[in-house]
């Protein structure tokens, strides 16, 4: 349901001092996707990177297929994509919001700054990347009852 725009910002900066070899470093950073019901498909991890590209103006993306649930219906296929830790249903205040409520696309992800301290914060060292991006949203989460950030 949220994204860190400032961590989206220094996604998109990376991105651009990689230019002479874009293609090569998009693949590197390719959205990890979930596929759903119709052939939809979900993105689980690397969300901030395929909104910087999109922020960019790039629209077409490299994505890697961790899952496919399109064979089952939808109820079910949320329920996967829940018991694997890819799905962190809470908004901009920390409030759970019921699976219906979730943005089906990346503009539509509200902001959240704790987001963004928590990946600045990891990339600073104090502590190693998650292999869930929910551990990620864990970390934010622990900022957001802790801190208060200047508006």
Not at 59 to 81: G, Q
Not at 114 to 120: D, T
């Amino acid at each position: 349901m949220t994204i860190g725009s400032r961590y989206i910002s220094a996604k998109a900066l990376l991105t651009d001092r990689h230019s002479n070899d874009i293609n090569a470093f998009m693949e590197r950073h390719a959205a990890r996707v979930a596929l759903g019901p119709g052939r939809s498909f979900f993105i689980v991890d690397h969300h901030h990177w395929a909104r910087a590209w999109r922020s960019m103006g790039i629209d077409n993306v490299p994505v890697r297929v961790v899952a496919d649930f399109a064979a089952l219906e939808t109820d079910e296929s949320w329920e996967h994509v829940r018991q694997r830790h890819w799905l962190h249903p809470f908004d901009d205040r920390g409030l759970r919001r019921a699976i219906g409520e979730m943005p089906m696309s990346l503009s539509a992800m509200m902001d959240d700054p704790y987001q963004s301290l928590a990946a600045f914060a990891r990339r600073a060292g104090a502590y190693r990347k998650p292999k869930r991006a929910y551990e990620s949203f864990l970390r934010a989460s622990f900022f957001g009852t802790r801190l208060r950030l200047p508006a």
